[in-house]
């Protein structure tokens, strides 16, 4: 609705001027505030610089409360990565400028606001204009806007103008106000000296926020990265952010109460009950301040390497019947390979001409034992077509999957048409990005049973695909004896150690260059564990090690993640050709992504599936004689405990651990897409 429409609106509740709609619309203020107070606020002027996260919620606060005229600012646009906290973030406005949605939404609460609107950014030569008039700043810009901050608060002081600033930290809201009359400037209280690095800025900037910092105790440190500029926040601290900064705002335009300016601190935890103010001397060049600013310089240094999956940007473009931009079909592709695969071995090419993606299988990507027959890499594509079949939907996109259109001796695994369908974005959408393999011990705790059924729903309209749950105590132990016979031929086969050797990227830098592999830490060995991998990569070390029995040690790390789970599943397909195995794989990845979506955690226990199938199209003699004899009573006792699956007959897809599980903190890599087109 344009502003007239607004105000028509109002006039047919008998509402005829602005006073008449304010004095109504703002009735239910008073108690509170006086009417006079309010006709002040209604002429008073607020600059918000700043339309996310808590500049957005600001905006509706200050409105609601009465103020008429604003300052606002914002170049961005709304991208679906908003939608935790920023309050004018929904899906019909992705892609549409922040500024021009939030004026929209404060006009419609009151459509007789003064808003002007500053669509740069604040620089030198506007900053005059974005202050002219105003009694108030609530800041609302970016934690990493430093440089825009710290020109706007010396000069809102020089200029006579109050500056409110409220961070959203963890749960909690950390508030300081700059006084042009009195306390601390923005400069002296944070201890910014020209030339500092921004990283520096950063943290002093943080740490001066909340001096008591609250939110340290319970927020994972390696979520914060200060290089990519993005951390952990919100939409409650937002909330809680506005509800404190805007009482600031009120008490500062109706001259209400003392205004404690900078050195003084407020902080408000609710997640942890805790409400911390005082004074903080000299600001950051307070003692005690800069040996937290060392501390904690340290830790995120050591945080440096844990590495957080890139998220590509969601592409805000339209799409029509007639064409889809590449850029959404990058996206879609993009969304494909962060599927799993063997020892992330990355086993696919891409081809798209028109609305059509085309998925290739990578022969020589996967040489290794394990991928007997491509299944392995096979059931990867499957994987990847679950992944463009999901995100797909995230942009209106329907796909009809046609499987191995050339034949099944061909490398075209399917075509994936992209029909423009208004349908609606499936819920595993986020978890694309979540989902990965943690290998460290889950709690035992059983999982419930509507849990265990959605999951089966899941995947019940794939043709032929079957899920089997162990859950039992006891049958969960006997899984991990077999599972422990088996793991053992992972150290014991020459070649399967050799390519493991091969695929463990032993250090960052590797694992950064090469961008595929089993980065070291994401193996979740621990320290005397990774020093047993890096010693044993040469065969007659392991060898060695092998004949006086510590080799074992791998297979007990197997036993005991299945014993430390609350249960194993086992999927399969009605067949063993690569169409079932694709299948089996779109199977495996909507599984993996509902569990990601539960909060679970899943691995992959797939020698003792992968060795099945070997057993089948090779024979016994391709496994070594001492081999032979424990894998034929370990299928007796396999099939014993999955009675109901025909395991001759059926295609066994992936056999997994599941759980409640620590998030895991190093994760892997995917090549850039461009190493992928044929
Ligand atoms: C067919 C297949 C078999 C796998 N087998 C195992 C396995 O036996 N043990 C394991 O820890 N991970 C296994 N994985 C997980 C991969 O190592 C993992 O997907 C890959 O390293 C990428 O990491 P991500 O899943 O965290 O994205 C398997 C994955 C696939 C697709």
Redesign the pocket.
């Known amino acids: 609705m344009d502003k007239t429409s607004l105000i028509n609106k109002i006039k047919e509740f008998g509402l005829n001027t602005r006073e008449e709609y304010m004095a109504e619309a703002f009735s239910r203020n008073i108690g509170l505030l006086t009417q006079a107070e309010q006709d002040k606020l209604a002429n008073a002027k607020v600059a918000i610089p700043g339309m996310g996260g808590v500049g957005g919620v600001h905006l509706i606060t200050m409105t609601r409360t009465g103020v008429g005229n604003f300052h606002i600012a914002d170049f961005d646009t709304y991208d679906p990565v908003n939608i935790n906290r920023q309050f004018g973030a929904r899906v019909p406005d992705f892609g549409r400028p922040k500024m021009e949605v939030m004026k929209e939404q404060a006009l419609s609460i009151n459509p007789y606001l003064e808003i002007k609107e500053f669509p740069e950014e604040i620089n030198a030569s506007n900053i005059d204009d974005f202050l002219d008039g105003v009694q108030v700043v609530i800041d609302g810009l970016d934690f990493f806007a430093f440089d825009i901050r710290r020109l706007l608060f010396n000069r809102a002081r020089e200029k006579g103008v109050y500056v409110i600033t409220a961070g959203p930290l963890g749960f909690s809201s950390a508030m300081l106000i700059f006084s042009p009359h009195e306390g601390m400037s923005f400069d002296e209280y944070f201890n910014i000296v020209d030339g500092m690095a921004s990283q520096d800025q950063y943290l002093s900037f943080a740490l001066g926020l909340a001096p008591r910092a609250t939110h340290i105790k319970y927020m994972d440190l390696s979520r914060v990265d200060l290089e990519s500029k993005a951390g952990p926040s919100l939409n409650i601290a937002c909330q809680i952010c506005s509800g404190m900064a805007a009482t600031e705002a009120v008490r500062i335009i109706l001259n209400k109460g003392r205004i404690k300016p900078a050195p003084y601190f407020f902080q408000f935890d609710p997640f942890l009950q805790k409400y911390r103010k005082g004074k903080l001397y000299m600001g950051n060049r307070n003692p005690i301040q800069k040996i937290k600013l060392r501390v904690v310089k340290k830790l995120l240094a050591r945080n440096k390497w844990k590495y957080k999956p890139s998220i590509p940007e969601f592409p805000a473009v339209k799409i029509t019947k007639e064409s889809i931009p590449k850029k959404v079909i990058r996206y879609i592709i993009r969304a494909g390979i962060q599927a799993?695969?063997?020892?992330?071995a990355q086993p696919w090419e891409f081809s798209f001409k028109d609305n059509n993606i085309f998925l290739y299988l990578n022969r020589d990507a996967d040489p290794s034992f394990f991928n007997i027959n491509q299944i392995?890499s096979i059931?990867?594509c499957g994987?990847v077509l679950e992944n463009m079949r999901i995100a797909a939907s995230a942009f209106d996109l329907n796909t009809n999957i046609n499987y191995l259109p050339s034949g099944i001796e061909d490398d075209l695994m399917a075509s994936i048409e992209l029909i423009y369908n208004e349908t609606s974005i499936n819920p595993l959408f986020a978890s694309i990005w979540k989902?990965?393999?943690n290998?460290t011990f889950y709690e035992k705790k059983p999982i419930s049973s509507i849990v265990l059924n959605d999951l089966k729903k899941s995947i019940s309209d794939i043709p032929g695909i079957k899920l089997h749950f162990v859950v039992e105590k006891d049958e969960l132990k006997k899984l991990a004896k077999i599972i422990y016979k088996t793991d053992q031929i992972r150290t014991e086969n020459r070649s399967l150690h050799e390519y493991l050797g091969k695929m463990i990227r032993y250090s960052h830098k590797e694992a950064i260059e090469k961008c595929d592999g089993?980065p070291l830490k994401n193996l979740e060995a621990g320290f005397a564990g990774e020093i047993f991998l890096k010693a044993t990569r040469p065969w007659f070390i392991m060898n060695l090690i092998n004949k006086i029995g510590v080799g074992k040690m791998v297979a007990l790390h197997s036993f005991q993640g299945i014993i430390n789970s609350s249960g194993v599943a086992l999927i399969t397909v009605d067949g063993m050709n690569p169409e079932d195995f694709l299948k089996g794989g779109q199977a495996?990845e909507r599984i993996w992504l509902a569990i990601t979506q539960h909060g679970l955690a899943m691995?992959?226990?797939?020698?003792i599936t992968l060795f099945w199938q070997r057993w089948q199209l090779e024979g016994k003699k391709s496994f070594a004689k001492k081999h032979r004899k424990l894998l034929r009573d370990v299928w007796e006792e396999y099939q014993s405990l999955f009675r109901e699956v025909n395991i001759p007959k059926e295609g066994q897809v992936?056999l997994f651990r599941f759980g409640y599980g620590k998030e895991i903190k190093y994760?892997?890599y995917r090549k850039d897409l461009k190493h992928f087109f044929k």
């Open positions: 799993p695969s063997g020892d992330n392995a059931i990867s994987a989902r990965n393999t290998r089993l495996v691995q992959p226990m797939t020698a992936m994760k892997t």
